[in-house]
């Protein structure tokens, strides 16, 4: 007799991409096998996303069409985990009678159990699973790492940031930090499996440590996974400009194995605006910290994330951000129009731009960004990178794809290589041909 099989499709952020790469290990540890084709699977899962309102849509859309799985191939349950189900979990029941299953984001690790009662008959579908979104993983918890020669290390789950416009504290509970030992043994882990690029991921790195006895710093823990062996790259993703600290830059500029790289999320740079969306820091904060960080870690690449339209944005005010975009220079960057949700201190808030409004702006914003993003890739010709090779383009010209260390993975572009026998997860030197925007063409350079 045949295994059952599952198929899990994950939505959204890293840190949803973890909890499906959890859900996928314990299945596999309860006897099931995981497919990557859900025509072929008993159980399909649709790990969903529900920050904003794009988001919410694509979930939506997302099981429908693997509802037709169930309809018509060989599917015989729907699951739907993460952050839709928890919160919506009661509503979807209603709404959605093909699924079988919702699991909220503290209870997935539960699926095995889960799918086990329905199928014994114990529980009448549609079950609604969705408790106290207070779930912390550990080391001890499996996964099934689906990355090519990277992977994400969670340090902490939630938020207790409390921004205007964000539902994530309401979906994933309060920030808290997992210990350095844990995180520790499970880098050694993933490093002993393969990986070589290490990304942290947190709804806020730099506040990791807070939580816990003897208040760690995100400093210390960059160096001691710095001494894990088999790690080459380590890349920090979501830190909070504010909290990012000298002692935190130094470390980033000594160790070779810290990615000169910082996602730093800082949302807008209108003073009025930032109180509104109750961030912690000033714009004068904001610039500071940007210069400080260019002058310790001397070649850093910078990402960032940007909110237009934010209720009571005034034409002056998102001038001011535009301003800001031309003369901070981001290496890459990403703008969100904002998305009023339910439950958020800015949903009732006066002065709601209109949407065709707020697609203008993000436009204007990408226009300058893209023209910045231009210069800083034909800049970087004729220089030598390190590039990991991830796998094969597909491109005759151009048939190897691989990521340099001013590029994360899925948000920023990638490096094209011509020509060497290379093999997948090797880091090899290439000289920067061309540029292409966000893209970067390459041939591997002479030793």
């Known amino acids: 007799m045949s295994k059952k099989s599952a198929y899990i499709l994950s939505l959204g952020c890293p840190k949803n991409l973890v909890d499906s790469e959890v859900m996928s290990a ?11 084709r859900p025509d072929r699977a008993d159980v399909i899962v649709v790990n969903t996303c529900a920050f904003i309102l794009p988001a919410k849509e694509e979930s939506v859309e997302a099981i429908l069409r693997m509802a037709a799985f169930k309809k ?39 699926i095995p159990a889960q799918l086990e009662r329905i199928d014994a008959g114990r529980g009448k579908a549609p079950l609604v699973r969705v408790s106290e979104p207070l779930y912390l993983m550990d080391a001890a918890v499996p996964r099934a790492v689906s990355t090519p020669f990277y992977g994400y290390l969670k340090i902490a789950e939630g938020c207790s940031n409390r921004c205007a416009y964000c539902v994530i ?17 499970e880098a050694e882990r993933l490093a002993a499996g393969g990986t070589r690029e290490m990304i942290l991921i947190a709804q806020d790195t730099t506040a990791w440590g807070r ?13 001691r996974l710095c001494a894990v062996e088999g790690l080459r790259w380590i890349r920090i993703l979501y830190a909070y400009p ?5 002692e935190l830059l130094a470390t980033m500029a000594a160790e070779k194995k810290v990615c000169r790289y910082l996602d730093i999320p800082v949302q807008h740079i209108s003073d009025r605006i930032l109180k509104a969306m109750n961030r912690k820091g ?4 904001i610039r500071r910290r940007i210069a400080e960080i260019r002058e310790a870690v001397p070649g850093v690449a910078l990402r960032t994330s940007l909110i237009v339209g934010f209720p009571g944005e005034t034409e ?5 951000l535009l301003d800001f975009v031309r003369e901070s220079r981001f290496e890459s960057l990403g703008v969100f129009p904002y998305s009023p949700e339910e439950g958020t201190a ?15 702006r993000q436009a204007l914003i990408m226009e300058a960004q893209a023209a910045i993003a231009d210069e800083i890739g034909l800049a970087r010709i004729g220089s030598v990178e390190e590039v990991l090779i991830e796998g094969t383009s597909g491109r005759k010209d151009f048939p190897w794809r691989g990521r340099t260390r001013f590029q994360a993975p899925e948000i920023d572009g990638i490096t094209y290589v011509r020509n060497g026998a290379l093999v997948p997860g090797e880091f090899v030197r290439c000289r920067i041909t061309a540029a292409a925007l966000y893209d970067l063409y390459a041939e591997k350079a002479d030793d």
């Open 316 to 320: 002056e005010q998102f001038e001011e």
């Open 282 to 285: 000033t714009s004068a904060c």
């Open 211 to 223: 939580d816990l006895k003897g208040r760690p710093t995100l400093n210390g823990l960059l160096k």
């Open 346 to 360: 800015a949903e009732g808030m006066p002065g709601q731009v209109p949407d065709g409004e707020k697609a203008r």
């Open 72 to 110: 018509k191939g060989r599917c015989r349950r729907l699951v739907v985990a993460g952050c839709l189900s928890q919160r919506y979990g009661a509503e979807l029941a209603r709404e959605l009678p093909e699924v079988d299953l919702f699991l909220g984001t503290g209870d997935f690790p539960d």
């Open 169 to 185: 504290p309401s979906i994933r509970g309060p920030f808290r930090s997992r210990p350095m030992d844990d995180l520790a043994a």
């Open 242 to 246: 504010r909290s990012i600290t000298a």
């Open 26 to 36: 314990l299945l596999a540890r309860s006897g099931w096998s995981v497919t990557g």
